[in-house]
Each structure stands twice: as structure tokens, then as C-alpha cells.
């Protein structure tokens, strides 16, 4: 696909099957998991010399009003800085998605990445692709990675989507539109996070893995200091030295609001003691039903 008069640039992909994007809501956020955040930093360690940077796909969920982004893959790609030439592997892109919806059928490919800050004529050719032939009639995300190795440049990340411009549509005729973006993980992948963080602080790239006791007390510690700043905040907000927020206060009514009226009547001994009767009566019957299949053995 040419781009006119003023490029040679050539543009690489499969047949469209007429479907055009057109969402119902606009895409508000972007949240994004740290599984993908450190797939693309692997990709473009492992990229080769000769490559400014690299291109993949994005997995996730999706609703009308955000995307989600769980995992990605790189895809095979080329361009040459001293001319306008550009390719795009597509076969390779639909064969790893095969492999990737058999092991999770819930993610869809939501858009693609690229890693630096830069849009130009090739990211608005790669997105339109993707736009018509991986996620119509949804709109596809571009995630910009840009990991501050270039002079002058600071590490960070950032979302957009595409708008179309001019009288007549066009691929390279579009400007991409900022996205709220935001990185989020869940409890899974909290000892992960934190265990890359251990070792960035300690100064080292090898840390070993705490056993289950010291995560308990890490974790028992991580808590005392939330309550401890919770503390110093309500009796601050109590002298009047800070000005208290109401949405931090409602916040704090819907966390604690749990009564416990209960514990002073022996409610919590109570509770703890079904649990141990419970456990009991669990580990009873999985004696007995060794024993059955013990004495089955023996009578055979």
C-alpha cells in the first residue's frame, strides 16, 4: 500500500473484510499488568543492534470504556531508517494468537506496542492495520513504552487511540489521541513486583525467594505501617492541623465499618473454635478414608 506521492513507504497486510471501526463509547482508561509491562522491557532488551525499536501485540479484556491489558507477544517487524521501507509479519501474529486464545479463550488482541516515544507515519499504518484487521469493530490501543535510553528522554508509558483527519479517509491521515493509562496488579502478581523491588534497593539482580513465614511478616509489617499512617492521619484531621477529604473519609467508614460489638461477647472465641472443629472433622475423615483404602489393599 503506497502513501503517495511524497513516500515510498510499503505497508504489508491481509485482506480487510470490510469491517469498520465504529465503538459505541469512547475508551477512557487503560490499565496495564505488570506481565506485560515486562514482556515488552524483554522484548526490546533482546532486540537486535540494527533496531530502533520494537512492535508486538496486546492481549487483554475489554469493555465499552476501558481496555485491560494482561499479557502481549512481539511481533516480527522491519524498517529501515535510511529509506521508507516498513514490513509487517502477519501470518506470525495470527499463529501466536492461536497458540495464546487455546490457553486463555477470554483475551482478544486490544492493540499493538512499540517502545519510545515517537509517532510517525509507520505507527499510523500499523495501527490502522491492526484496527481493521485485529480488533474491528472495536478500536485498537497503542501503548508507547519509552524506556529512557535515548539522550534526553525519560522512561514512562502512555496510551492513545487514533482519529481519523481530513476529507477523505486515509491511513496515514489520522492523529493519535492520549488515553489515561494506568499500571495495576493484583495480589498474585504483588510478590512478584515486590520482589523486583527488593532487589533493585539491595543493588543486586539476584534475590532469593522469601520462604511462606517471611512473607507473612513482611506482609504483617506492610499493614502496621498503613494503620500507623492512617492513624497519624485521623489525629491530625481530629487536631485540625490538615484539612480533612471526604472522600478519604468515606473510604476509611467503608473499610472499618465491620462492628465489633461481637468480640467482647466471645463471638470471636466461638468462631475460632467451629473453624478448629472443622479442621478437626477435615482431617478425620481424610485419616479414615487412608485406613479404608489401606485395609481394601490388604484384603486384596
Not at 157 to 167: E, F, N, Q, T
Not at 200 to 209: K, Q, Y
Request: proline share 4%.
Amino acid at each position: 500500500m503506497s502513501l503517495g506521492s511524497s513516500s515510498s513507504a510499503i505497508h504489508i497486510q491481509t485482506a480487510s473484510n470490510g469491517a469498520t471501526t465504529s465503538p459505541t463509547r469512547t475508551i477512557q482508561k487503560v490499565t496495564i499488568h505488570p506481565v506485560a509491562l515486562f514482556s515488552i522491557l524483554d522484548h526490546f532488551l533482546r532486540r537486535k543492534d540494527t533496531q530502533d525499536r520494537v512492535i508486538g501485540c496486546l492481549l487483554g479484556t475489554r469493555t465499552e470504556t476501558e481496555i485491560e491489558v494482561h499479557s502481549c507477544f512481539a511481533a516480527l517487524h522491519g524498517e529501515l531508517s535510511n529509506s521508507s521501507e516498513f514490513w509487517l509479519e502477519d501470518n506470525y501474529i495470527n499463529s501466536m494468537y492461536e497458540l495464546h486464545h487455546k490457553v486463555h479463550p477470554k483475551e482478544v488482541i486490544v492493540g499493538w506496542y512499540s517502545t519510545g516515544s515517537t509517532l510517525d507515519t509507520y505507527s499510523a499504518l500499523v495501527h490502522d492495520h491492526f484496527e481493521k484487521s485485529k480488533t474491528a469493530p472495536h478500536p485498537a490501543v497503542h501503548v508507547a513504552l519509552n524506556t529512557g535510553t535515548e539522550e534526553g528522554s525519560k522512561p514512562g508509558i502512555a496510551a492513545y487511540l487514533s482519529s481519523p483527519v481530513g476529507v477523505s479517509r486515509k491511513e496515514p491521515n489520522c492523529i493519535f489521541v492520549p488515553v489515561p493509562c494506568e499500571f495495576q496488579y493484583n495480589d498474585a502478581e504483588r510478590s512478584g513486583v515486590d520482589l523486583l523491588v527488593n532487589s533493585l534497593s539491595a543493588g543486586t539482580s539476584i534475590t532469593n525467594s522469601a520462604s511462606n513465614l517471611e512473607v507473612l511478616e513482611s506482609s504483617i509489617q506492610t499493614v502496621m505501617e498503613m494503620l500507623d499512617r492512617v492513624l497519624a492521619y485521623v489525629r491530625s484531621v481530629i487536631a485540625g492541623e490538615t484539612k480533612g477529604d471526604p472522600s478519604i473519609g468515606r473510604y476509611l467508614l467503608d473499610t472499618f465499618s465491620i462492628s465489633t460489638e461481637g468480640l467482647d461477647q466471645g463471638s470471636f472465641a466461638s468462631t475460632l473454635q467451629d473453624t478448629l472443629m472443622v479442621s478437626y472433622l477435615a482431617n478425620l475423615v481424610r485419616a479414615q478414608a487412608e485406613v479404608s483404602s489401606r485395609l481394601q489393599l490388604v484384603s486384596a
